[in-house]
């Protein structure tokens, strides 16, 4: 590796023009050592909550201006402005009534919605990296762990690379319509060919230095992974889990949740928890595991609708 310095520049990046006329942007932070090396996207806040990916990139800045490095990082901390700014996880409907959640648009579409455009944007950037790393968290009731997308040996090297004790194989690339790809920006770099991972890491809403910790580490990691900077991999042998399935309910009512934990191994047939018809007080359906695995992540106490998704399961490899 080449010891030279960092140029580090900022970038504005129009992602939208408001009836206003008012043009929305944000920034792109470019990282340039040594042009001899690989291009990394960073990007957080893509869900409005979901603060602890932009400390993350905050924490990383110094780091990555005072290293040598191999390559280019580019890092875009709030990825999603207007959910960000109207503190949601999704786009305010009344700004985009058909395409409010951004991780489901990738690629975006540049005569699309104001999101897909946005989407367009922001891929327009990453689509010439040679990895990607796209910083979510999870609420208190999902296990932290990252995600890649299965038989995506690559993915699945940076997920193991990144640290964290659980990567979970999850999705389908966009290309592959018979697997149904949903348009997360993970599935869009598998088809495109660029390994890509999601990190889920710990507490949205607030910034959780232990969180903060995880996820710098995590990028170091990455970045030691792929020859960007000099270091040692910090890692251990997660645990792997496949065919993330979400535990449905039938009914709908008010969720009760057996007294069960994510991240606990349960066997098929294990009772998650009932729903209740909060007027008869009737209980109206037990769910139960079909099949033996970890919970990934699991409600309480909420008001559940027929159809909807109370948590899901994994399967342990
Ligand atoms: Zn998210």
Do not use: C
């Not at 690629?107 to 999101?115: A, F, S």
């Not at 139960?288 to 699991?298: F, H, Q, Y």
Request: no cysteine.
């Amino acid at each position: 590796m080449t010891d030279r310095d960092v140029t580090h520049t900022v970038e504005t990046v129009p992602l939208a023009r408001l009836p206003s006329g008012r043009t929305v942007e944000t920034v792109l932070h470019r990282y340039l050592g040594d042009p001899d090396g690989p291009t990394v996207y960073l990007q957080a806040l893509q869900h409005g909550g979901e603060v602890n990916g932009a400390a993350v990139l905050r924490r990383l800045h110094d780091r990555l201006t005072e290293s040598a490095l191999a390559g280019e990082v580019l890092a875009v901390p709030v990825a999603n402005p207007f959910a960000f700014d109207h503190r949601v996880y999704m786009a305010p409907t009344r700004l985009d009534a058909i395409n409010s959640n951004m991780n489901r648009l990738w690629p975006g579409d540049p005569d699309g919605t104001l999101m897909e455009r946005l989407v367009d944007s922001l891929w327009q950037r990453a689509a010439g990296a040679d990895a990607i790393v796209d910083l979510h968290t999870g609420g208190p009731y999902m296990r932290s762990h990252t995600r890649f997308t299965p038989d995506d040996s690559r993915s699945r090297d940076l997920a193991r690379a990144f640290g964290l004790d659980l990567i979970v194989a999850d999705g389908s690339p966009i290309e592959n319509p018979d697997t149904g790809g949903q348009g997360k920006l993970r599935e869009m770099a598998a088809a495109a060919g660029i390994p890509a991972i999601t990190p889920e890491l710990a507490h949205s809403r607030e910034i959780v230095d232990a969180s903060v910790d995880r996820g710098v580490a995590g990028i170091e990691n990455v970045l030691v992974e792929l020859g960007v900077i000099d270091g040692l991999l910090q890692t251990g042998e997660p645990t792997v889990g496949t065919e993330k399935t979400p535990l449905f309910t039938e009914e709908s009512g008010l969720f009760r949740s057996n007294d069960l934990s994510v991240g606990d191994r349960i066997d098929a047939g294990t009772e998650i928890g009932e729903v209740f018809d909060p007027t008869s007080y009737e209980s109206l359906q037990t769910i139960v595991a079909d099949r033996a695995g970890m919970l990934l992540s699991l409600n309480r106490g909420s008001t559940v609708m027929e159809g909807e998704s109370i948590g899901s399961l994994i399967t342990i490899e």
